[in-house]
């Protein structure tokens, strides 16, 4: 693995003086730098989608035949970004065009295999066969990209570095999306936007959470959403369109859960049986927010695609990322914060009754808050409310409930808010103060929330039934007044406030460095938790690419939802 890692390194160093220089990434950081701000987080989201449409990605037959790729490519259209990876064995390139027309041409020159019995779909997922023999050609503005290293080896190379704040700094870079990662999610969305597009002529598939809110650890799972309008206000362009003449369309379900369902079953299917490398797809109905799982293979993706709730995600992603572009010491911290409470199993990589890295996430926030190196959220009106949690659940969309115009402006200002230049403490401090500040938390009476209240005690939001039990209560920033952490048991609260406790000793002397604030930190889950964790989500459709008599199985599916329907449909 060394060798082959030496190798890449020296490939990376021969490619990179040779690489055309790539349209820049868009970065939140460059934001703080730059006094004139232009970049938010739906340009972003724009310039990755456009970019995405012009990308096909190559499985290479044979190795070391990327020059004649690219030879054969640049025939067809002017190549912007060519990048090489390898992903379960199999050699990639991920090529990006200038324009959109070139993928068109480059896919109607595309042929079919015609020598097995395979499906004659089209996509972006292409594969290469080498035509040649004897030396290879020398084409050269190609980038290979070095996958992230693994944690162990990001470990050693921390050993080197004496400062706290540099090995956090480090961490960072050596951990976060790099621009291939990025590029390959806006991919796998736009496929996945393109399998419904036929039908749906609006279809939009965004990714959100950490793969786009700057919080995204490499290889961390893809979430989308996907929705049959883009619903970002200044996007929907009615230009052109007459109204007296309309699409002649079925009634959709009047239920949006039911409806949802109803959709993701058809995606399922189509990427099961349509969509190359698309595998092990399951749909997943009974979970809170219904998803179809599937493995995009060229990229090694686990994907998540969901389509209730797809505006609070994507506000959700939205606030963070503007949050995280205020400072650039936002998103080090909150990465290390996360190893370290995976390190201590205060987070697990399976939901159950203990911290998610996204209620870590608000917790590192909450506490940049207190200091004021990030600003409190502004949009409430601070009246007691009398809706009750079962209206809230019900309510389901946000904007039912909150003002989406006030919270659209209140989004769009934040990013305009100047990080607080008096707090320039280090990465370092800032690590040992989250520490300390949660080590004397009071859990059983304080209210953890990014909005600006003035009362900060659980007891202050009037609540009926069980809610004021919640033994932690971390208030959803986008549905005010409703806890994102009533998972939470009371016990983890006591854990963690112990853990920060001990990681706040393990920082008070000098000699200490994250590693050995990881290895001294470290421990499992307690027994009695392991044995609530949530159950393994069920999926209705197993994966068909195994040797199971196919009809059968289709009739057993088919059954088995039908049942899931209906128990559904008459819940609600
Ligand atoms: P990873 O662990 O890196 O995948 O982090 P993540 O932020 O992507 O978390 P996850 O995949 O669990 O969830 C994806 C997104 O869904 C989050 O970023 C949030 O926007 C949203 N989300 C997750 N959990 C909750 C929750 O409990 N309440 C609300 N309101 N949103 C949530
Ligand atoms: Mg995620």
């Given at each position: 693995?060394?060798?082959?890692?030496?190798?890449?390194?020296?490939?990376?160093?021969?490619?990179?003086?040779?690489?055309?220089?790539?349209i820049?990434?868009?970065?939140p950081?460059?934001?703080?730098?730059?006094?004139?701000?232009?970049?938010?987080?739906?340009?972003?989201?724009?310039?990755?989608?456009?970019?995405?449409?012009?990308?096909?990605?190559?499985?290479?037959?044979?190795?070391?035949?990327?020059?004649?790729?690219?030879?054969?490519?640049?025939?067809?259209?002017?190549?912007?970004?060519?990048?090489?990876?390898?992903?379960?064995?199999k050699?990639?390139?991920?090529?990006?065009?200038?324009?959109?027309?070139?993928?068109?041409?480059?896919?109607?020159?595309?042929?079919?295999?015609?020598?097995?019995?395979?499906?004659?779909?089209?996509?972006?997922?292409?594969?290469?066969?080498?035509?040649?023999?004897?030396?290879?050609?020398?084409?050269?503005?190609?980038?290979?990209?070095?996958?992230?290293?693994?944690?162990?080896?990001?470990?050693?190379?921390?050993?080197?570095?004496?400062?706290?704040?540099?090995?956090?700094?480090f961490?960072?870079?050596?951990?976060?999306?790099?621009?291939?990662?990025?590029?390959?999610?806006?991919?796998?969305?736009?496929?996945?936007?393109?399998?419904?597009?036929?039908?749906?002529?609006?279809?939009?598939?965004?990714?959100f959470g950490?793969?786009?809110?700057?919080?995204?650890?490499?290889?961390?799972?893809?979430?989308?959403?996907?929705?049959?309008?883009?619903?970002?206000?200044?996007?929907?362009?009615?230009?052109?369109?007459?109204?007296?003449?309309?699409?002649?369309?079925?009634?959709?379900?009047?239920n949006?859960?039911?409806?949802?369902?109803a959709?993701?079953?058809?995606?399922?299917?189509?990427?099961?049986?349509?969509?190359?490398?698309?595998?092990?797809?399951?749909?997943?109905?009974?979970?809170?927010?219904?998803?179809?799982?599937?493995?995009?293979?060229?990229?090694?993706?686990?994907?998540?695609?969901?389509?209730?709730?797809?505006?609070?995600?994507?506000?959700?992603?939205?606030?963070?990322?503007?949050?995280?572009?205020?400072?650039?010491?936002?998103?080090?911290?909150?990465?290390?914060?996360?190893?370290?409470?995976?390190?201590?199993?205060?987070?697990?990589?399976?939901?159950?009754?203990?911290?998610?890295?996204?209620?870590?996430?608000?917790?590192?926030?909450?506490?940049?808050?207190?200091?004021e190196?990030?600003?409190?959220?502004?949009?409430?009106?601070?009246?007691?409310?009398?809706?009750?949690?079962?209206?809230?659940?019900?309510a389901?969309?946000?904007?039912?409930?909150?003002?989406?115009?006030?919270?659209?402006?209140?989004?769009e200002?934040?990013r305009?808010?100047?990080?607080?230049?008096?707090?320039?403490?280090?990465?370092?401090?800032?690590?040992?103060?989250?520490?300390?500040?949660?080590?004397?938390?009071d859990?059983?009476?304080?209210?953890?929330?990014?909005l600006?209240?003035?009362?900060?005690?659980?007891?202050?939001?009037?609540?009926?039934?069980?809610?004021?039990?919640?033994?932690?209560?971390?208030?959803?920033?986008?549905?005010?007044?409703?806890?994102?952490?009533?998972?939470?048991?009371?016990?983890?609260?006591?854990?963690?406030?112990?853990?920060?406790?001990?990681?706040?000793?393990?920082?008070?002397?000098?000699?200490?460095?994250l590693?050995?604030?990881?290895?001294?930190?470290?421990?499992?889950?307690?027994?009695?938790?392991?044995?609530?964790?949530?159950?393994?989500?069920?999926?209705?459709?197993?994966?068909?690419?195994?040797?199971?008599?196919?009809?059968?199985?289709?009739?057993?599916?088919?059954?088995?939802?039908?049942?899931?329907?209906?128990?559904?449909?008459?819940?609600?």
């Amino acid at each position: 693995i060394l060798l082959n890692r030496c190798h890449y390194a020296l490939a990376i160093q021969h490619y990179s003086s040779s690489i055309r220089p790539p349209i820049p990434p868009f970065s939140p950081s460059s934001i703080n730098k730059s006094s004139n701000v232009t970049q938010t987080f739906d340009t972003m989201l724009d310039f990755r989608r456009q970019q995405a449409r012009r990308t096909v990605l190559i499985h290479l037959g044979r190795s070391h035949s990327e020059s004649e790729l690219y030879k054969l490519c640049s025939r067809i259209g002017q190549i912007t970004n060519m990048t090489l990876y390898t992903a379960n064995k199999k050699e990639c390139a991920l090529l990006e065009f200038s324009n959109e027309q070139s993928v068109n041409n480059l896919l109607k020159i595309t042929s079919h295999f015609t020598n097995e019995n395979r499906l004659p779909c089209a996509s972006r997922n292409l594969y290469f066969s080498s035509q040649q023999t004897g030396t290879r050609l020398k084409y050269h503005p190609i980038g290979r990209e070095v996958q992230q290293p693994d944690d162990s080896i990001i470990d050693k190379s921390l050993n080197d570095i004496r400062n706290v704040s540099d090995q956090i700094r480090f961490f960072w870079q050596k951990t976060k999306l790099t621009e291939l990662d990025t590029r390959l999610r806006f991919f796998v969305s736009s496929l996945v936007e393109e399998a419904f597009g036929s039908i749906f002529v609006d279809t939009v598939c965004l990714p959100f959470g950490s793969s786009v809110n700057t919080f995204g650890k490499s290889r961390c799972d893809l979430d989308m959403l996907l929705t049959f309008e883009d619903f970002r206000e200044k996007n929907i362009k009615r230009d052109g369109k007459i109204p007296q003449l309309r699409f002649l369309t079925k009634r959709s379900y009047l239920n949006d859960r039911f409806q949802a369902q109803a959709y993701l079953k058809i995606l399922a299917d189509t990427l099961k049986h349509f969509m190359a490398e698309c595998t092990n797809v399951q749909i997943i109905l009974p979970a809170r927010v219904p998803i179809v799982r599937f493995q995009h293979r060229l990229s090694d993706l686990q994907c998540d695609v969901s389509m209730s709730e797809f505006k609070s995600s994507y506000y959700m992603s939205k606030l963070l990322w503007n949050l995280s572009s205020i400072d650039n010491r936002v998103a080090p911290l909150v990465f290390v914060i996360r190893r370290w409470a995976r390190e201590a199993s205060i987070t697990q990589s399976t939901p159950g009754p203990w911290f998610s890295n996204f209620q870590m996430t608000l917790l590192v926030l909450f506490y940049l808050q207190s200091i004021e190196i990030l600003p409190k959220l502004n949009y409430i009106n601070e009246q007691p409310t009398t809706i009750s949690p079962q209206d809230i659940l019900a309510a389901n969309v946000l904007g039912d409930l909150s003002d989406d115009t006030i919270l659209m402006n209140e989004l769009e200002n934040i990013r305009y808010v100047q990080s607080n230049k008096a707090n320039n403490n280090s990465l370092a401090i800032l690590l040992k103060g989250f520490f300390t500040f949660y080590e004397n938390f009071d859990f059983q009476s304080s209210l953890i929330t990014l909005l600006n209240r003035k009362n900060m005690s659980k007891s202050s939001l009037i609540q009926t039934g069980k809610d004021k039990d919640w033994p932690i209560y971390l208030e959803n920033p986008l549905v005010p007044s409703m806890n994102a952490s009533k998972n939470l048991v009371e016990s983890e609260g006591e854990r963690f406030r112990e853990t920060c406790k001990k990681a706040s000793e393990i920082l008070s002397h000098s000699s200490k460095n994250l590693l050995s604030l990881f290895e001294e930190c470290h421990q499992i889950l307690p027994d009695d938790l392991i044995a609530r964790a949530y159950p393994a989500p069920i999926s209705i459709m197993p994966d068909l690419e195994t040797d199971i008599n196919h009809d059968e199985l289709t009739t057993i599916n088919d059954i088995q939802q039908d049942q899931v329907f209906h128990n559904t449909h008459q819940q609600h």
